[in-house]
Every structure is written in C-alpha cells, then in structure tokens.
C-alpha cells in the first residue's frame, strides 16, 4: 500500500461522500439518494473502507484466527488485534481479571508476541480476511512506538494503526500518553510521521476532559480516534482483604461502561473533525447504534466477543436492518443526536 | 470445538451443594476426550457476563433411551456453589438452555500424556473437592485399557466427596480424607498420599491430580520428593477460554514471554514440573 494519503478530515461512507458539519458533528450524505435506496453499511475511515461499521476490538479477538472456528472472519469489517509492542511482552502475574456487575476487570499487562513474530505468524492470515486489519500499537517510550511502527511498516496487509496511549495496565508508558495532553501530541506526532497506514488514536476515558485529548491527537496529525479504553477501577476480596487482581488496579469493560463511553464519544466528536470509532460496552445492534447517533462513524465490540463471539457480526446485521427501516443511509445516522432547544448539552463546545 | 446453545435435560442435586448438570449434546459429547473442558454461559443474565469453565465430567449415552442415536448424546458436569454464576446455574431446570463452548483445551491424553499412563504399574487420582469432576473420565479410558489405578480423594467434610460411586468400577482402591475426619482419613488427602509413595518408591507411577492451588502443590511436592511423574489439570478464572483473552495464564517455566501460558489453550493439563509452584497464586474460584 502506498503511503496514506494525507490524512482525511473526514469520514466518507459507501457510495455517498460525508461531510460533517464541524459546528454540529451532524453527517449529510452529498450524493443523491435513489428513490428507494439499499442502505449501505460500508464506511470509510481514512482512506480505508470497512465493509460494515463494526470492528473488533483490540486484547479481545486475539490474531483473529483463534475464532475461525467459531465465526465468520468475513462478515467483520475490521479485527483490530491485540496491542503489539515493539519487543515481546510477557504480561502480569495472575490473578489478571475478575468478573464484576455487568462487566469485568482486566489487568493483563500487554503480554504480546511482539512486532517481528506478529508480522511472521499473524499477519500472513489476517490478509487473507474481508474484514480490514487494524494493528494496536503499544510502547513504554516515544521511541518505542515508533520502533514498533517502523518493524510494522514492513507488514504486507496492515490496513491502519491503532496508537494505544490507554492502556491502564501498564507502570510507565500507556495511560502516561493519554493523561497529559503535551505527551498525547508527541507521541502522535512522531508516530505519524514513522507510520506508513494511517494512524487511529485510542483514548483514555481516565481524563477530566475529554475534548483537550481529542483534540491534541487531532492537531498531531491523528486520522481517527478510538473512544474509549478501559476505565481504571479495581475490586478487593472482602475476606481476605487482598486486591482481586495482582495488579491491584485494573480496566473496567463490558456493559456497565457503555453510558460512560457514551458520553466521551459524544464530547469528543463535538470536539474534532476526524473521524470517531466508538467503543464500550456493546453488546447489541442498539448499544451501537447510540454510538453511532453519538457522533462515531464506526463502533468496535471488545469484552462481548468473551461471551458471545457472535456479536460483533449480529451488531453489523442490526444496523443494517435499522438503516433499512428507517430508510436511511449509515451517514445519515452518525451524528445524529438530536438535542432539546434548550441546550441542555454540557458537551463542550469547539 | 463447537459453540452451541443446548437443552439442559437434568440439574442434579447432590450432598453439600453440589450438582450435576446434564446437557443434551450429542455432537459436543462424542468429541470431548479425558480431561477436556468446556465453557457454560447462562443466558439471560446481563449482570453475569463471563461462560463459567466446568470440566468435562461425564460423556454418556442419553439414560432415556428415547433418542434412538446410538453414541454419546448427554454431558454431564459436576459443580459446586460457589458464588453467584454457579447458584444460577443451581436453578436450572430440564428444558432451560445454556450456551456451551466445548469440548476445550488438551486433556490428559494429549501427545505424550497416554503412552506415560500405560507404561506406569498403576495410575493415582488425586482429587481435591470439586477436582474430582476432571478425573473420572481418564479413569474410565484407563481402566478400558487395564491401567491399575487408585483414588486419593480429600474434601473438607464428608459431603464434599461427591462422586466416589461414580469412580468405583474404574479403581482397585479408594482412599477418601476429610479435614475434620467425618469419613476416611482426617486432614489433608496428601498424608495417605505420602505413606503410599513412600510404601512403593520402587514402583513406577503416575499421578493424575486435579484440585486446590495448596492441594496439588503439596501434591508435586511429594510427587518430585518419590521421583514420581505428576499431570496436574490446573483451574484458573477465564475470560473467553479462546486463547485470546489471556487471564487465566499462569507462571510456568520460561523466561520473558515464554514465562507465562494460557490454562484454556496450552492446559488445562500440564506436567507438573512445567508449573511454577508458589508465588503467583490463582485465585479461588
């Protein structure tokens, strides 16, 4: 693939190009509808088409293969796998998760097979998938990420990067990133400059606002942004009084977060212009959905793969048919909260 | 490996909380192999996200008769109440269905496992608790091919030692232990253990052992002191049992990122001097 074209302020979907009011984060489609339309659910993000709008998430669906047997690869419209680190990593001492209400705690430590083994022994397969590759890029320095991203670079197959400065689980680097916005527009910068695929930003939730940090990634050159990581929470053994995770803190996933992300998506796409991809808690076509109105032009399903790896291909069937019934394109769904004239909004304004 | 939702056809209750689930799965029932787990997910419930990982207790014939398919049609797993996934698994009723991801991970018969069982005179069972559920169908495929084996059984109290009919047919001995003594041994299952290797240093065993962290680290302990070779099935939480998840690693021989493997995906069974003992321990479940 050629060096990512200069990355686009927009995102465009199927056949009808998109433009985001920046004002508003509302979506228009430009292209005349035909009188009955077959809603298309196809999205471009950066230059690079999704067949459908629904990703999977990173640390969630490992390589991909490993749910070849039990899925459909090509009914995805992308796999983002598990964060890759410029060297292998081993991970954290067990015990790294612990299920909770509606949702479950991770501290898994980034263990990963590292960015030389994943080119050699994971992405051969991932080629020959539909569903768009995204490669999670994590490091404990600046120089880390872009030595991952250069070793990557030599990937045939790698469709986008997926900059991880959230990672909750992790002593120095991660979360560090993604909670001063100086660091988040260095590290995105000499990213984007070292990256030869265009270059999502996946997003902390563990900030006060979360429209400064969208806004460094964006200013930095980011072309889409990933919202949100795991919140950082933990859970202690009563009886024992010991944490329930080695780590002591861990990330907080599944459906008890999606009001949460919700939220920050929402805030974030009245912030910038790029692109969003919003994550958190999905589980149904509905969940997603609401990203959607929230202003995310794709979603991506993490902890439901654990429980149900059919969810991700169930979500993208759901939107579709939603589309269909309300006889309207995706396009004109992203963005498309409607607000009460009162402005009861405390989203912050650009 | 097949993901399926199945009709549960029996929820069994036995002596201290302990029951027996039955599922309906002919095609799940004559893939699984000794050892093997699977993934249970109870629909409905919103608030318990995560499939609960069971051993493959049983694989039988459907009891009813009814079916008319010859083979194995029924899974069967035994399982205590611990917390709230398995009270609501205790609720089950013939007729519910549940998800079932299964049969998963290597048994005790992968690879090297089978050829080390038939060369040893006579094959221990060591089972803690609900550690027993792992170990009556490799007693089953041991006893069809004439492997002599005993059963070292421990529990806290006399109703925690469920299933010791079930195993009956397959051993020439059992020995049962309870912590407070209302049956068998008193105290830990691995002091009749230790007299037993040490009675027949020169006899060449293996020791199949499923159950507790404590339990089988004393376990591998005795095993390493007698010069016995020792497969532990070990239990750990799981988040996808897929591989992919990677929380129910844990710490084996290896340095780096070779340091840690996956229960689900390299286990459950593993040769105990693979296992780094002490320091990291899982959680109970």
């Known amino acids: 693939?050629?060096?990512?074209?200069?990355?686009?302020?927009?995102?465009?979907?199927?056949?009808?190009?998109?433009?985001?009011?920046?004002?508003?984060?509302?979506?228009?489609?430009?292209?005349?509808?035909?009188?009955?339309?077959?809603?298309?659910?196809?999205?471009?993000?950066?230059?690079?088409?999704?067949?459908?709008?629904?990703?999977?998430?990173?640390?969630?669906?490992?390589?991909?293969?490993?749910?070849?047997?039990?899925?459909?690869?090509?009914?995805?419209?992308?796999?983002?796998?598990?964060?890759?680190?410029?060297?292998?990593?081993?991970?954290?001492?067990?015990?790294?998760?612990?299920?909770?209400?509606?949702?479950?705690?991770?501290?898994?430590?980034?263990?990963?097979?590292?960015?030389?083994?994943?080119?050699?022994?994971?992405?051969?397969?991932?080629?020959?998938?539909?569903?768009?590759?995204?490669?999670?890029?994590?490091?404990?320095?600046?120089?880390?990420?872009?030595?991952?991203?250069?070793?990557?670079?030599?990937?045939?197959?790698?469709?986008?990067?997926?900059?991880?400065?959230?990672?909750?689980?992790?002593?120095?680097?991660?979360?560090?990133?993604?909670?001063?916005?100086?660091?988040?527009?260095?590290?995105?910068?000499?990213?984007?400059?070292?990256?030869?695929?265009?270059?999502?930003?996946?997003?902390?939730?563990?900030?006060?606002?979360?429209?400064?940090?969208?806004?460094?990634?964006?200013?930095?050159?980011?072309?889409?942004?990933?919202?949100?990581?795991?919140?950082?929470?933990?859970?202690?053994?009563?009886?024992?009084?010991?944490?329930?995770?080695?780590n002591v803190t861990a990330g907080l996933s599944g459906p008890a977060i999606k009001p949460l992300a919700l939220r920050l998506v929402h805030q974030a796409s009245r912030a910038v212009q790029i692109p969003i991809i919003g994550i958190g808690g999905i589980a149904s076509p509905e969940d997603a959905i609401e990203f959607l109105i929230a202003g995310a032009c794709a979603v991506q399903v993490g902890t439901a793969n654990f429980y149900a790896p059919d969810t991700p291909i169930r979500v993208a069937e759901g939107i579709e048919e939603y589309c269909r019934r309300h006889c309207i394109h995706l396009s004109q769904l992203v963005g498309s909260l409607k607000l009460p004239e009162s402005g009861a909004a405390p989203a912050q304004e650009v | 490996m097949l993901d399926a939702i199945v009709p549960v056809i029996e929820n069994r209750p036995l002596t201290g909380g302990h029951f027996v689930l039955s599922v309906r799965s002919p095609r799940q029932a004559q893939a699984a192999r000794p050892g093997q787990f699977a993934m249970i997910r109870l629909l409905g419930h919103s608030d318990v996200l995560l499939r609960r990982p069971m051993s493959i207790y049983d694989a039988r014939p459907a009891a009813d008769g009814t079916t008319g398919h010859p083979g194995l049609q029924v899974l069967d797993f035994l399982y205590k109440v611990v917390g709230r996934g398995t009270a609501l698994m205790a609720a089950l009723k013939p007729g519910d269905q549940v998800g079932l991801l299964a049969p998963l991970g290597h048994g005790f018969f992968a690879e090297d496992y089978l050829a080390e069982a038939r060369a040893a005179e006579e094959v221990l069972h060591v089972a803690g608790g609900i550690g027993i559920a792992a170990l009556l169908l490799p007693a089953r495929e041991l006893a069809a091919s004439g492997v002599q084996q005993k059963l070292f059984f421990g529990g806290r109290t006399q109703a925690d030692l469920v299933g010791v009919y079930e195993f009956k047919p397959y051993v020439a001995e059992t020995v049962l232990a309870t912590e407070e003594g209302s049956l068998g041994h008193r105290g830990y299952v691995t002091?009749?253990?230790?007299?037993?290797?040490?009675?027949?240093?020169?006899?060449?065993?293996?020791?199949?052992?499923?159950?507790?962290?404590?339990?089988?680290?004393?376990?591998?302990?005795?095993?390493?002191?007698?010069?016995?070779?020792?497969?532990?099935?070990?239990?750990?939480?799981?988040?996808?049992?897929?591989?992919?998840?990677?929380?129910?690693?844990?710490?084996?021989?290896?340095?780096?990122?070779?340091?840690?493997?996956?229960?689900c995906t390299e286990g459950p069974v593993f040769w105990s001097e693979h296992v780094v003992w002490g320091g990291d321990m899982p959680p109970k479940t």
């Open chain 1, 1 to 246: 693939m050629a060096k990512a074209a200069k990355h686009s302020r927009q995102s465009s979907v199927a056949s009808g190009e998109l433009k985001r009011a920046p004002d508003l984060g509302q979506v228009t489609a430009a292209e005349p509808r035909t009188p009955n339309p077959e809603p298309r659910v196809a999205v471009t993000i950066a230059g690079v088409r999704f067949q459908n709008p629904v990703l999977t998430a990173s640390g969630t669906f490992g390589y991909g293969q490993e749910f070849a047997q039990v899925i459909d690869l090509d009914r995805l419209g992308g796999i983002c796998v598990k964060g890759i680190s410029a060297d292998p990593m081993p991970g954290n001492p067990p015990p790294r998760i612990y299920e909770t209400d509606s949702g479950m705690l991770n501290a898994i430590g980034l263990q990963n097979v590292g960015a030389k083994r994943f080119l050699e022994e994971k992405l051969p397969f991932l080629r020959t998938l539909k569903a768009r590759c995204v490669v999670n890029v994590f490091g404990y320095s600046t120089e880390d990420y872009v030595r991952c991203i250069e070793t990557l670079n030599e990937g045939e197959g790698i469709d986008a990067y997926e900059l991880n400065i959230s990672c909750p689980n992790t002593r120095c680097g991660g979360i560090v990133y993604g909670s001063d916005p100086k660091l988040t527009g260095e590290v995105v910068a000499a990213s984007k400059r070292a990256a030869r695929f265009p270059l999502f930003v996946k997003l902390s939730p563990n900030v006060t606002d979360i429209a400064v940090f969208a806004r460094a990634a964006e200013d930095s050159g980011a072309d889409a942004l990933t919202l949100v990581n795991t919140f950082v929470g933990m859970a202690i053994d009563a009886e024992t009084r010991t944490p329930r995770i080695s």
């Open chain 2, 191 to 263: 002091a009749p253990l230790k007299f037993y290797l040490e009675a027949h240093a020169s006899k060449r065993l293996l020791i199949l052992a499923c159950g507790p962290w404590a339990m089988l680290e004393a376990t591998v302990a005795l095993a390493r002191r007698y010069g016995q070779r020792c497969l532990v099935s070990m239990e750990n939480r799981m988040g996808c049992a897929l591989g992919v998840c990677l929380g129910c690693s844990i710490r084996v021989e290896g340095e780096g990122h070779a340091a840690y493997e996956r229960v």
